[in-house]
Antibody
Framework: QVQLQESGPGLVKPSQTLSLTCTVSGGSISSADYYWSWIRQPPGKGLEWIGFFYHSGGSYYNPSLKSRLTISGDTSKNQFSLKLISVTAADTAMYYC???????????????WGQGSLVTVSS | DIQMTQSPSSLSASVGDRVTITCRASQSISTYLNWYQQKPGKAPKLVIYTSSTLQNGVPSRFTGSGSGTDFALTISSLQPEDFATYYCQQSYSFPLTFGGGTKVEIK
């Protein structure tokens, strides 16, 4: 059974870089069958897809964050990471990692999700 | 981007009630629509994928329907553990987008 666990600082200063890591157990990020994603949720608000990393080392980002975002993987540790530069208070959110399962054609769904990591951007 | 609009944003219902939540896409997305359940302080959990396929382990009282732009999630007989916020998500095109959520509360 695949499990995901986020880790990283809970507090980041404005203009600095937000860095989070997702550790995957029970499955391999090297698998060609899945994509490894980040999703965030500001307090009291809805969900926003951030982007994903896939087995060949590539990544795909939400255009709204693309200029500030890097998602990468470390197959030796079975982890993937998110780096978001130049953060502001608007980046304060619960950050979730999740496995993105591709089905036929455009079919894609997130399962499972990590428990989440709350990141607050504040001086 | 494809906009996903859920209605209502919240509803109050009693145990045993039949509840329907709707999700409308800003353009046709075929059946590329998924539903998630989120309880307070917890991560979302997949309930339905590809519009109507029940995720393993999810009770059969949950059903999904729809295609094109209009979709629905129905809970046939609401149970205490079903009180949560439900989100729809489209995968027809990038960026993947979610609806704003529907909070199902106890009446």
């Amino acid at each position: 059974q695949v499990q995901l666990q986020e880790s990283g600082p809970g507090l980041v200063k404005p203009s600095q870089t937000l860095s989070l890591t997702c550790t995957v157990s029970g499955g391999s990020i090297s698998s060609a069958d899945y994509y490894w994603s980040w999703i965030r949720q500001p307090p009291g608000k809805g969900l926003e897809w951030i982007g994903f990393f896939y087995h060949s080392g590539g990544s795909y980002y939400n255009p709204s964050l693309k200029s500030r975002l890097t998602i990468s993987g470390d197959t030796s540790k079975n982890q993937f990471s998110l780096k978001l530069i130049s953060v502001t208070a608007a980046d304060t959110a619960m950050y979730y990692c999740a496995r993105l399962i591709p089905g036929d054609f455009a079919d894609k769904w997130f399962d499972p999700w990590g428990q989440g990591s709350l990141v607050t951007v504040s001086s | 981007d494809i906009q996903m609009t859920q209605s209502p944003s919240s509803l109050s219902a009693s145990v045993g009630d039949r509840v329907t939540i709707t999700c409308r896409a800003s353009q046709s997305i075929s059946t590329y629509l998924n539903w998630y359940q989120q309880k307070p302080g917890k991560a979302p959990k997949l309930v339905i994928y590809t519009s109507s396929t029940l995720q393993n382990g999810v009770p059969s009282r949950f059903t999904g329907s729809g295609s094109g732009t209009d979709f629905a999630l129905t809970i046939s007989s609401l149970q205490p553990e079903d009180f949560a916020t439900y989100y729809c998500q489209q995968s027809y095109s990038f960026p993947l987008t979610f609806g704003g959520g529907t909070k199902v509360e106890i009446k």
